[in-house]
């Protein structure tokens, strides 16, 4: 530690433009207001569906699984935000057949 405020590393300050100070604010702004997807009605987490049907989450996606593969159901992933992180998370629904939404969500 002692060799760095020798050579002066210790008390440096960088040296920032003002256009990437201003890039960097308006980043700032982007991630603070961005909450992630609207995620529209009828789409639902496999934890919530898990919920509803009293079911654990790794039951229900080993549910899921294969009605989405047959297109029964089907998924997308939406980008919300959990524990201050934007993640991708898989989103289901079932598919509607001759104009109406399968009842079994």
Do not use: C
């Amino acid at each position: 530690m002692a060799k760095l405020k020798r050579a002066g590393y210790a008390t440096a300050v960088p040296i920032v433009s003002s256009d990437v100070m201003a890039a960097l604010a308006a980043i700032d702004e982007y991630l603070a207001s961005d909450s992630g997807e609207i995620v529209p009605p009828g789409w639902h987490t496999a934890a919530d569906l898990a919920t509803a049907r009293g079911l654990s989450y790794t039951r229900l996606t080993q549910i899921l699984r294969p009605l989405v593969t047959n297109g029964v159901f089907e998924m997308r992933k939406f980008r919300i935000r959990q524990n201050q992180i934007l993640r991708p998370v898989n989103h289901y629904r079932p598919v509607k057949q001759n104009g109406k939404t399968d009842s079994a969500a």
